[in-house]
């Protein structure tokens, strides 16, 4: 079973020492969905809400959420990002709108919450521009789907 790395002796929060570590490629993909009623979907699917382009907020969203999270989640690295892209994937069936967001860098430390901050980030903004319309809309399965680079190897969900 793997140890937490956040932890010293002590059982005190640290930040992971890497800097013995070798710099590599590393690339990770998340994704999450969100879910609203008919009414909602159609009119941002429809360009019909009234505070602006929806989709396209929170893609400038989702990437920023991503470049700040080492100032989001206290023991997280700060990294220079080489690339940050927010896709969307709308259900007309099920009235959702699925985020991915691929996050890559070359460092010492991979980038897997970088890529679930900018998801997560990209379908609250969805919330925000849309909760007049229905305060019931719900974020589900938000989750790391790959990642690759790193001592550890890669990993496919």
Partial sequence: MPEFTHFDKNGGAVMVDVSEKKETTREALAMGSIF???ECYEKVVNHEIGKGDVLGCARIAGIMGAKKTSELIPLCHILNLTKVKIDFKTDDENCSITAYCRVKCVGKTGVEMEALTGVQIALLTIYDMCKAIDRRMHIENVHLCEKSGG??????Y
């Fill in 36 to 38: 609203m009623n008919r």
């Fill in 151 to 156: 001592k550890s190897g890669d990993f496919f």
